[in-house]
């Protein structure tokens, strides 16, 4: 639904599927080693309750996303 302005779509040419799954690829990859290198700190993000299940919704879905090649709102992980 668009409320004001022109469709998005017209702003920005379509992301192929493949670009989208490498970048997926490359985030986890960056949240993995970001995660190894904190985990054992006193104080973290990745060592707190919020910053580790914003990080484990966030991966679930780029694994949709490497799977899919889409990106899905988190309204459609519910569903």
């Given at each position: 639904m668009i409320i004001?302005?022109?469709?998005p779509k017209t702003l920005l040419p379509p992301v192929s599927r493949e670009a989208l799954r490498r970048e997926a690829l490359s985030a986890v990859h960056e949240i993995?080693?970001?995660f190894l290198a904190e985990?054992?700190?006193p104080v973290g993000w990745f060592n707190t309750r919020f910053g580790q299940s914003f990080t484990v919704l966030a991966c679930c879905r780029m694994l949709?996303?490497?799977c899919s090649g889409t990106v899905e709102s988190k309204?459609?992980?519910v569903k």
């Open positions: 004001t302005g022109p469709d993995a080693g970001r985990v054992d700190q949709q996303t490497l309204l459609c992980s």
